[in-house]
């Protein structure tokens, strides 16, 4: 089992910024992919953007360059570096662990964190 943890959300006028932290716990494969969803109310849950132990990174088009996901993996912890917020990122971002052994991919989610963007 895994454990997530996420914080740094909050309210935050178009413009700003915030940071997201996710910290996972418990039996941990070192090969394995730690990212952000999102999902505002009534879409469905998208990806963020995502980072593989080997550093690889993944972001969705319409938050490249302006946000920045890193990792340390020594703590397991992932961050979500977002600059220039607009309204339309405001929606509940959700922390996701994968990681596989063998043929089996195990994945975990984070509780949710509110992020407000206000126009």
């Known amino acids: 089992q895994v454990q997530l943890v996420e914080s740094g959300g909050g309210l935050v006028q178009a413009g700003g910024s915030l940071r997201l932290s996710c910290t996972a716990s418990?039996?941990?494969?070192?090969?394995?992919?730690m990212g952000w969803y999102r999902q505002a109310p009534g879409n469905q849950r998208d990806l963020v953007a995502d980072?593989?132990?080997?550093?690889?990174?993944n972001y969705a088009d319409s938050v490249k360059g302006r946000f920045t996901i890193s990792r340390d993996n020594a703590k397991n912890t992932i961050y979500l570096q977002m600059n220039s917020l607009k309204p339309e990122d405001t929606a509940v971002y959700y922390c996701?662990?994968?990681?596989?052994?063998?043929?089996?991919?195990?994945?975990?989610w984070g509780q949710g964190t509110q992020v407000t963007v206000s126009s």
């Open positions: 996701n662990f994968k990681h596989r052994r063998a043929i089996v991919t195990y994945e975990y």
């Open positions: 980072i593989n132990s080997g550093g690889n990174t």
């Open positions: 418990g039996t941990i494969f070192s090969i394995n992919t």
